[in-house]
């Protein structure tokens, strides 16, 4: 028998969260759409259009990795996530609403050195998104992101 041909893909971003009523009702709030609800709370999924989006409480998720769940960094992680728009006033219209529900703002929209435009904001257990508009990468009808050839 032949070996399994692998065909890498991103499926799942799961984000660990310090308590899980909070992130499932601000990951609703900001308009992803709870899938899969029998799981209650001990795991959340959201549908991102392409992606999932999971909800894991921060200790069982470090547990399930095999790395501690202490201390936990209250530095830039090194990762971010990207809500990609299609026009500058989507990138403030984002930012204000996460602001809204109850995100922290990182930093203001601005100009960019490429030619975009972005803003940060930190989720309820501060991971980072950034919202931004940027040359070349296509936001087309469907929300999805359209990379160039």
Partial sequence: MGAEVVVPRFTVITL???????????YASLGF??????????VAFFDTGGTVLALYPWEALAHDAGVPDAPRPQAFRGVTL??????????DAALASAVEKGA?????AQPTDYGGYCGYFADPDGHVWEAVVAPGIEVG??????LPA
């Fill in 82 to 91: 990207a809500w990609n728009c299609r026009s500058e006033a989507e990138v």
């Fill in 33 to 42: 759409v709870r899938k899969f609800r029998a799981t209650g709370e001990a």
């Fill in 16 to 26: 660990g969260v310090s308590e899980m009523r909070r992130s499932i009702a601000f």
């Fill in 141 to 146: 009808e469907d929300h999805r992101v359209h």
């Fill in 104 to 108: 922290t703002l990182l930093k203001p």
